[in-house]
Each structure stands twice: as structure tokens, then as C-alpha cells.
């Protein structure tokens, strides 16, 4: 069965697309091909410098396409209400941007940094930009998971990492959080009647900036390094969710390949019971609205 690839991007011109930590790596990539195909492209980013950066380099390789900059620092609750406020409008949500295996630290209401970034930021954002995407064409929320989520199980008692504080476990229990809220939204949204669509993906086994603050991966990853997905390869499941016609809410994508960690298309994922659990979703639910402030304001599916 043949995977998608960039070729099945359909045109997306009168669409308007923000994507966060759209200045590098995957999310880089996804802004790119997504401005190439016509959308309006709202890149999400801390770094002003960097984006406008990256901003100057798509607008090379896609002449005349529309593309702005949001400053968003989605550990900054500040910022990312000041970030929903500026947009009236919106077609896609792809909330892409993370962080992976940093030292410990504490972020959003008390959680540990991982899972304050990756999940609470986009958590927020996605429930505050509701309104805007209710507006849109076809509208989507995309949210970047990961396999690291298989193994991972949300801690409830320890979100702030501050008991056996590990890098890969609490980065795993922050990609499960943005699976399961995902499939809860769709959920939610679902039984709302909301034109909404959430859908999920993965990017695989990519190799990008995220392992930039880890000492050994400097000495593995020119060693296995072409043996990963490219940037842009981990960009294409996010793409599908964004753009394909036969996605539906509640769907999951990562790369068509070798135990979806690699590969040259997209296509279904799968995403492990716990990640399914409405139940622990729904407390994740009510955790999220206590800790960022941030009530999207939808019931629980019956």
C-alpha cells in the first residue's frame, strides 16, 4: 500500500496555517511545504531572530509566499494567551514545537519542564485558538507525539519531577500527554458538534536539534545519523494529518516504514491502550485546566 507523500499535499491556498517551533527542524520543514502549497503560514516562535531567520530562507526557496511570525514562548502563559489573542482566524493548529531530555526545571504550574512545554503550552493554545479555528475551512488540530510515548505512563503524583527525575521517562510521559489530549479533543469536540478535527502523528526517528543539549548524542548521531529519518522525512505525518482528505478527527499518523520509526511516506500509527484510556484522559483534562489556567470550555464525551 503506498504511503502519502509530498506529492499528495493538495493545494492549500485561501487556508491559514500557524505552526509552532516552525524556525527549525521538523516544524521548519512543515511550514515550508505547507507555505509552497499556498497556505498562509503563521510560524509560532521564541526566537525572533531565529525565525525571521528561517523566515528569509523559505521565502527563497517559495517566492511570494505569505508568511508571518507569532512570537510564542509556549512555557510562558503570558505569551501564548498574547499569541491566541492576535488571531482572529485560523484553518490549522499544528502544535509541533517541544523540547527533549533537558535537565530538570520547573515550568507551568509546578510541572516539570518537558511536560509543561510539550504538552500544558499547546494544551493552551490549542483550547484559547478554539474560537478562531470554529471560523476556519476544514479546520485541524494537529499535535506532534512521538514513540517514545509507548513505554510511558503519566505520573499524576510526580509532575513536577522532582522524585527519580529521569530525561527519557519524563520526556516519554510528555509526548503520551500530547496523545492522549489529541484523541480527547476530538472527542470532546466530536460530541460538541464542533467542526473541529483533532488528529495526531509522530515524526519517528528523525534527526533534528531536539538531542542538541545531550553530550552523547553529538558522538552517536554521526554514526547513526543517516540511518534516521531527515527533517523533512519527519515532517510528512504531520502534513497528512494537516491536509489530507481522508484524515478524520481522532486519527493518528506517523512514517510508513519499519516500525514507524523510519520510512519515506505516512500513513496510520498506532498509539498504545494507555493513550486510548478516556478515563486517564479526562484527568489529564481537568489536571491541564488547573495548571495553565485555560478552560476550553468543552464537556466530557458520553
Keep these: 500500500m503506498k504511503g502519502f507523500t509530498f506529492d499528495d499535499i493538495p493545494d492549500q491556498s485561501g487556508r491559514t496555517a500557524l505552526v509552532t517551533g516552525a524556525n527549525t527542524g521538523i516544524g521548519y520543514h512543515i511550514a515550508e511545504m505547507l507555505a ?35 512570537e ?5 502563559m503570558a505569551s501564548v494567551r498574547a499569541a491566541a489573542e492576535g488571531i482572529d482566524s485560523l484553518d490549522l493548529l499544528i502544535n ?93 469536540l466530536r460530541a460538541a458538534g464542533s ?22 548524542a553529538k558522538i552517536v548521531m554521526p554514526i547513526f545519523g543517516p540511518l534516521l529519518n531527515t527533517a523533512k522525512q519527519g515532517a510528512l505525518p504531520a502534513l497528512q494529518a494537516a491536509t489530507d482528505a481522508a484524515a478524520q478527527g481522532g486519527d493518528y499518523y506517523g512514517p510508513y516504514g519499519f516500525m514507524e520509526a523510519t520510512g519515506g511516506s505516512s500513513g496510520r500509527a498506532v498509539a498504545t491502550a494507555t493513550a486510548r484510556d478516556p478515563l486517564l484522559a479526562a484527568r489529564l483534562w481537568e489536571i491541564s485546566k488547573d495548571m495553565t489556567g485555560v478552560d476550553p470550555g468543552l464537556a466530557p464525551a458520553t
Design 195 to 216: 467542526p473541529i478535527a483533532s488528529i495526531a502523528c509522530h515524526p519517528g526517528v528523525a534527526k533534528t536539534e531536539l538531542t542538541r543539549q545531550v553530550g552523547w
Design 72 to 76: 510564542l514562548d509556549l512555557e510562558d
Design 96 to 188: 509541533n514545537a517541544g523540547i527533549m531530555w533537558v535537565p530538570h526545571g520547573i515550568g507551568t504550574g509546578g510541572a516539570e519542564r518537558h511536560f509543561a512545554v510539550n504538552h500544558l503550552g499547546h494544551f493552551a493554545l490549542a483550547s484559547l485558538l478554539l474560537p478562531a479555528l470554529a471560523k476556519g475551512k476544514d479546520p485541524r488540530v494537529v499535535v506532534q507525539s512521538s514513540i517514545a510515548h509507548r513505554p510511558a505512563a503519566i505520573d499524576f503524583e510526580n509532575l513536577s519531577g522532582e522524585h527519580d527525575y529521569a530525561l527519557q521517562k519524563f520526556y516519554g510521559q510528555s509526548k503520551l500527554a500530547n496523545l492522549m489530549f489529541a484523541l480527547e479533543l476530538d472527542r470532546r
Design 36 to 70: 509552497k502549497n499556498g497556505a498562509h503560514v503563521l510560524m509560532g516562535c521564541r526566537s525572533m531572530d531565529r525565525a525571521q531567520s528561517a523566515r528569509d530562507d523559505m521565502l527563497k526557496a517559495v517566492p511570494g509566499a505569505e508568511i508571518d511570525i507569532v
